[in-house]
């Protein structure tokens, strides 16, 4: 059974950080790239940052260069999204995605999505 399984969201302070995971299993790890959206109340789903799970290319939304890290450990099959320099405009709900390439943003490109979880970031 494939699964992908958020965790590590909360509600913290503007300017604080979070670090989300996304644990993947069920499938070929390493055949796919990982990526994570957001989705806000009453807003379409975005693209927020993807890593190619075969070269480790990591690619951002403009919205969040400079405070976003991805990384993978492809050991635990495990992709993790270091948030720093929270905004309350980041508050929605964190969505990890697999796909095949980081070529789009297009959700409806990606294979597999885990079930969210909720970030909220007060002013």
């Known amino acids: 059974e494939v699964q992908l399984v958020e965790s590590g969201g909360g509600l913290v302070q503007a300017g604080g950080s979070l670090r989300l995971s996304c644990a993947a299993s069920?499938?070929?790890?390493?055949?796919?790239?990982i990526g994570w959206f957001r989705q806000a109340p009453g807003k379409e789903r975005e693209g927020v940052s993807c890593?190619?799970?075969?070269?480790?290319?990591?690619y951002y939304a403009d919205s969040v260069k400079g405070r976003f890290t991805i990384s993978s450990d492809n050991a635990k099959n495990t992709v993790y999204l270091q948030m720093n320099s929270l905004k309350p405009e980041d508050t929605a709900v964190y969505y990890c995605?697999?796909?095949?390439?980081?070529?789009?943003?297009?959700?409806?490109?990606?294979?597999?999505w885990g079930q969210g979880t909720q970030v909220t970031v007060s002013s």
């Open positions: 069920g499938f070929t790890f390493d055949d796919y790239a």
């Open positions: 995605a697999a796909v095949t390439s980081c070529s789009s943003w297009l959700p409806q490109l990606y294979y597999y």
């Open positions: 890593i190619s799970s075969s070269d480790g290319s990591t």
